[in-house]
């Protein structure tokens, strides 16, 4: 008979993750040696951390990494709420009497999956901690209330992202974690390819994607001068498909750009003045 705190005494449900396979290959375009470098880490199951501003292609590089390796993709978006609970799973009643959930990154490590958490430092530090098993040589993930290691699956990667723009003494990542991880970094595309995923991506012309990309660079020439971030290659793509589908150029950039980036109206109208001189 088991014992009431063991693992047998308490099954876990078995989920299906053909939900979480990526069936068409994700547009990706490549600007460096990170696809290289990712698919090193996977051959020796070295955890990775992509750091780079928002909004610059980090998560559809993760997506296309799954697809390109064939592994279910698991995505948490990292929150100030998140416990370690969140991570790994519960005990929930169900009519059959007390069963354990496994947490998403559970799930990853016992089937095989990509485990991806997004802006992990918004998590508190007391989460993270609970990765750092699975992130050395054991490779394993200790479920306290359930009495339980589970090693992981040969197949199991994971895989973080951060802006460090936004690290501050109170909300980063603490060394003993980034050390754990081979980093990969990512910015904005040079003016030339950054244009090319704008036309691709929002079914732009290509005159119309090199406006936007100069707009772009006009906004991050302001980051520090009122502006945490300059606009992100999705917001381009956001601006890009709304004046492909008829909206006026002036209108799509002020919806799409100018009112998502600031709040403050003095930042705004310098932001507009500079944006104007850019449009034809």
């Not at 909004?55 to 995505?75: D, N, Q, Y």
């Not at 992202?161 to 936004?166: F, I």
């Not at 990969?184 to 003016?191: N, T």
Request: net charge negative; hydrophobic share 45%.
């Amino acid at each position: 008979m088991p014992s009431a705190t063991s693992p047998a005494a308490f099954p876990s449900r078995v989920p299906d993750l053909s939900a979480y396979r990526i069936a068409v290959e994700p547009y990706y375009r490549p600007v460096g040696d990170e696809i290289a470098v990712f698919e090193a880490a996977w051959r020796h199951r070295l955890p990775v951390m992509l750091k780079g501003p928002t909004g610059c292609g980090k998560t559809r590089f993760v997506e296309h990494m799954a697809w390109r390796l064939g592994r279910p993709l698991i995505t948490v978006a990292a929150h100030e709420d998140m416990t370690a609970a969140d991570l790994a799973g519960r005990f929930l009643l169900s009519p059959e009497g007390t069963v354990w959930h496994d947490g998403p990154l559970t799930q990853a490590v016992r089937h095989g999956a990509l485990c991806y958490l997004d802006e992990i430092v918004e998590a508190r530090q007391d989460t993270t901690v609970v990765i750092h098993p699975l992130t050395d040589a054991r490779r394993i993930l200790p479920l306290e209330k359930r009495n339980e290691q589970v090693a992981a699956h040969d197949d199991f990667q994971l895989v973080i992202s951060y802006n460090p723009g936004y690290q501050s003494a109170v909300k980063d990542l603490k060394e003993s974690t980034k050390q754990r991880f081979i980093a990969i970094a990512f910015d904005y595309p040079a003016p030339e390819l950054e244009a090319e995923i704008v036309r691709r991506e929002a079914g732009a012309d290509a005159a119309l994607a090199r406006i936007l990309v100069a707009i772009a660079a006009c906004s991050r020439n302001l980051r520090g001068q009122g502006l945490d971030e300059g606009a992100s290659t999705r917001m381009l793509i956001h601006a890009g498909r709304l004046a492909a589908g008829g909206v006026s150029l002036e209108a799509a950039v002020e919806a799409a750009i100018v009112l998502p980036i600031t709040d403050d109206a003095d930042v705004r109208r310098a932001l507009g003045a500079a944006i104007a001189a850019c449009l034809p």
